[in-house]
């Protein structure tokens, strides 16, 4: 037995995904069934959701306020600071 329902949905997040979809060979709908279908094959949701940590905010902060930053022009400077 299937289910009709509907959601409200961004036009940007929409048209955007519909791109990816359509790339792939799928409709909206297939897409929408293959989310639900590894939710409920895997009882989680297929990527990480998180809210960021407090050292993350911390180091966030740092960067914005350009506290305990250091900057280097090349890749190489960086590896020579690091020793590696």
Same mark, same amino acid.
């Given at each position: 037995?299937?289910?009709?329902?509907? +959601?409200?949905? =961004?036009?940007?997040?929409?048209? @955007? %995904?519909?791109? +990816?979809? =359509?790339?792939?060979?799928?409709?909206? !709908? =297939? $897409? +929408?069934?293959?989310?639900?279908?590894? +939710? %409920?094959?895997? &009882?989680?949701? /297929?990527f990480?959701? $998180?809210? /960021? %940590?407090? =050292?993350?905010? &911390?180091?966030? #902060? #740092?960067? *914005?306020? @350009?506290?305990?930053?250091?900057?280097?022009?090349?890749? *190489? @400077?960086?590896?020579?600071?690091? !020793?590696i």
């Amino acid at each position: 037995m299937k289910r009709q329902t509907s +959601v409200r949905i =961004d036009n940007e997040f929409y048209n @955007d %995904s519909k791109e +990816v979809f =359509d790339a792939l060979g799928l409709s909206f !709908g =297939d $897409a +929408v069934n293959l989310f639900l279908a590894v +939710v %409920s094959i895997e &009882k989680k949701i /297929p990527f990480e959701l $998180a809210l /960021p %940590s407090e =050292d993350i905010k &911390k180091r966030i #902060n #740092n960067l *914005e306020k @350009d506290i305990n930053t250091e900057t280097y022009n090349t890749a *190489e @400077d960086l590896f020579r600071e690091l !020793g590696i």
